[in-house]
Nanobody, 119 residues
Framework: VQLQASGGGLAQAGGSLTLSCVDS????????MGWYRQAPGKERELVAS???????NYLNSVKGRFTISRDAAKNTAYLQMNSLKPEDTAVYYC??????????????WGQGTLVTVSS
């Protein structure tokens, strides 16, 4: 699994950004994709995740503002971020959970993409 994230950048408070994460090299079956973020001086936290069965989880502080979706055929996940707040500023990391060649659970991380929200 090789994850490629894109879509970060600078937005004003109240604005929108869309992040994309694509698995460009998978021979494995992805079962879940998600976005984590890490702000300076803080621990990495789960922002949103979506299983290929359609189960979705959101961090409480982004509920109603962020929407995660996926295109299973393209092994791609998207994070639509609306009504951005300065506290959303962080490096966002894409994550995928899959079964490796032994059938054991494994996960992969994409490179971080910086989201900066100005007030």
């Amino acid at each position: 699994v090789q994850l490629q994230a894109s879509g970060g950048g600078l937005a004003q408070a109240g604005g929108s950004l869309t992040l994309s994460c694509v698995d460009s090299g998978s021979a494995y079956t992805i079962v879940d994709m998600g976005w984590y973020r890490q702000a300076p001086g803080k621990e990495r936290e789960l922002v949103a995740s979506i299983s290929w069965g359609g189960r979705i989880n959101y961090l409480n502080s982004v509920k109603g503002r962020f929407t995660i979706s996926r295109d299973a055929a393209k092994n791609t996940a998207y994070l639509q971020m609306n009504s951005l707040k300065p506290e959303d500023t962080a490096v966002y990391y894409c994550n995928a959970k899959y079964s490796d060649y032994l059938g054991d659970p494994a996960e992969a991380w994409g490179q971080g993409t910086l989201v900066t929200v100005s007030s």
